[in-house]
């Protein structure tokens, strides 16, 4: 259990089959929705356990797009409802977690100011067919566009945006599209999530820490299972423990009052394992899962082409294609939206993919002259939308709106969350809170509209926390460079957290706190902090969903190895097992990211 939860844990000693422990709500899924529905119950008082069969944001919050946006193209299939929701939450977002939330100013390039309006008027009226019928090749035009920046100004009212509007591609400070191709471009504004991990974990480090304040049992089981007897009762049980170090969570045995089922992309998987027979549902799946990959560029003409814009664009095909910066060096393009069908665990970026997504950026940026060597990684993920209806819809046209559904014969209140994305995580919790409660009997007391993140501070707190950091780092020996270095690595990781992270959380001295990970720009005690911290457990949880150092192009085996050396050293993984559980994360970030690290 992490040091810093305070709160009641639920002690397995006392939850044995005879005499099984009492909670609230169990969530199953600890993703980001799963996360931020514990974290707004736990603000009304319910004891909560979130158990996960794999790691905290290790499914479908990590393969999405990474943008908290109102969903511009949500207007063209008449979801003003959902476009307003997404709006407002945007807002709230970037007031609540701005270290994580930043702001990200993005054009839309037009060939011609005709097109697209029977389309577009088409959509809105459900009939799909008949706008790709009408779609033409030249896509959107200017006025069509303008239309919908004029309603995406309507349903903003009240957030402090400029104003969107029509220019010239040629304009200063403009991404370097093609401007002969694309003549206009319309200009609006919505925000970028990077680290959505991040986001997902800090989520569930503040319904630990509202636990602890009153006296709530709360706890997250990662790496276990969990099954439902027939008689409400659940038995939450440890897999094998990674990395030869045996676990010290025991099996739970649990008599919830309500459970939610927040697997995302693996809802109807988790229902059959919940309830092998669907008690009174006709069996028909409640996801239509599609496989969005995306794809990770290092190419210093796009990048500064792009300067400080993202791109939203249409691909040759009439498809959505991003086009974003992903720190000062990297590109990230995504994104395809193709019906799957299977284990969405299976899911990987294909050529085809990859030559598709290139061709569209090409096609913006043909001065770039991308080809695949560019292409430094890519990753591949099922969204968990509704299934289909047979109505025609393309696979963009299906809603993205949440659902909470109600399995009315399952021995308890049981619930499954279909759909949603990271910008409404927060008013889906709400809203599955209040429908939880009052099954349960209980009032809303509160909600989490108003309560930062944990690490949240401004871009102004942010740059004065990376100086004191940097000056701290140069009096205990780094050069100035890399003192800078590393307090703008820990900071844009952890926000106001970053100095408890730096001498991870337990008070480390100088000269331990900015002692490096070699090959990296992070500080040794931060893998305790996360460890301790942050219910990391294993050298992939580190790398892939703490530390973020997967998405560093420069990454090496030398970097793995000194992880690993502090894991052993925190009793978190065997000595003898260090060289197995790197060669499993070489080979795992090869197969689903098609990485190759540079040692």
């Keep these: ?185 319309g200009v609006y504004d919505d925000a970028q999530m990077r680290f959505p991990e991040r986001f997902t974990v800090e989520l569930l480090v503040d319904a630990r820490t509202i636990a602890a304040g009153r006296s709530l049992p709360f706890e997250v089981r990662s790496r276990h299972t969990a099954h439902l007897e027939a008689d409400g009762r659940l ?7 990674p990395g030869g170090v ?23 998987r988790t229902l059959e394992a919940l309830l092998p027979v669907r008690l009174g549902a006709d ?135 279909v759909g949603g994305k990271l910008t409404t995580c927060r008013s889906l919790a709400e809203g599955a809170a209040a429908e939880i409660l009052a099954v349960l009997g209980r009032p809303v007391t509160a909600t989490s509209r108003s309560r930062p993140l944990p690490g949240a501070c401004s871009a102004r707190e942010a740059e004065e926390l990376v100086g004191r950091l940097s000056a701290r780092a140069v009096a205990a020996g780094l050069p100035g460079p890399v003192a800078e270095g590393l307090a703008r690595s820990v900071v844009g990781l952890f926000g106001a957290q970053a100095e408890r992270a730096l001498e991870g959380g337990a008070g480390a001295s100088a000269a331990d706190a900015f002692a490096l990970l070699a090959g990296s720009r992070l500080p040794r005690g931060i893998v305790r902090y996360c460890c301790d911290e942050e219910w990391g457990e294993t050298l992939a949880d580190l790398v892939e969903r703490r530390l973020l150092l997967v998405f560093d192009p420069d990454l090496t085996v030398t970097t793995l190895r000194a992880i690993a050396a502090e894991l052993v050293t925190e009793g978190r993984l065997g000595a003898e097992s260090v060289d197995g559980e790197i060669a499993a994360l070489v080979a795992l970030m090869a197969d689903r990211y098609g990485k190759r690290l540079v040692d």
Excluded at 363 to 379: D, E, I, K, M, T
Aim: glycine share 12%; proline share 7%.
């Design 246 to 268: 045996s676990s010290a969570a025991g099996v739970l045995h649990l008599t919830p009052r309500a459970i939610v089922n927040a697997t995302g992309a693996w809802v109807d």
């Design 1 to 185: 259990m992490p040091q810093g939860d305070r709160s009641m844990s639920i002690d397995s000693a006392s939850g044995g089959e005879e005499f099984p422990t009492a909670v609230d709500v169990v969530i199953l899924g600890a993703g980001i929705n799963g996360a931020a529905l514990a974290r707004e119950l736990v603000l009304n008082g319910c004891s909560v356990v979130v158990v996960d069969d794999d790691d905290i944001a290790a499914g479908t919050t990590r393969w999405s797009t990474r943008l908290v946006h109102g969903g511009l193209r949500y207007l063209e299939y008449g979801e003003l409802g959902l476009v307003r929701e997404s709006l407002a939450e945007r807002n709230r977002l970037l007031q609540l977690a701005p270290h994580l939330v930043r702001p990200l100013g993005f054009v839309v390039p037009v060939s011609g100011w005709f097109g697209g309006l029977r389309a577009a008027a088409a959509r809105i009226l459900g009939c799909e067919s008949l706008a790709r019928r009408w779609a033409g090749k030249r896509g959107r035009g200017g006025i069509t566009v303008a239309c919908g920046l004029w309603l995406y100004d309507l349903l903003s009212t009240g957030a402090l945006w400029p104003r969107r509007c029509l220019v010239p591609t040629t304009a200063a400070g403009m991404p370097a599209v093609d401007a002969d191709r694309f003549p206009l471009a």
């Design 235 to 241: 038995r939450v049980a440890p897999q094998a423990a």
């Design 283 to 417: 069996g028909a799946p409640l996801i239509g899962g599609t496989k969005g990959s995306h794809l990770l560029v290092d190419h210093a003409a796009l990048r500064a082409g792009l300067g400080v814009h993202g791109v939203y664009a249409e691909a040759e095909d009439g498809r959505p294609v991003f086009v974003l910066p992903f720190g000062d060096r990297l590109v990230l393009v995504g994104t395809t939206d193709i019906p799957f069908h299977g284990d969405p665990a299976a899911a990987r970026t294909d050529g085809e993919e990859i030559d598709y997504l290139l061709a569209a950026v090409r096609r913006l940026f043909p001065g770039a002259a991308l080809s695949r060597g560019a292409v430094v990684q890519h990753y591949c993920g099922v969204r968990p939308l509704p299934a289909r209806r047979a109505d025609g819809r393309s696979p963009a046209g299906i809603t993205r709106r949440h659902l909470l559904i109600r399995h009315p014969q399952a021995p308890l209140p049981l619930w499954s969350i």
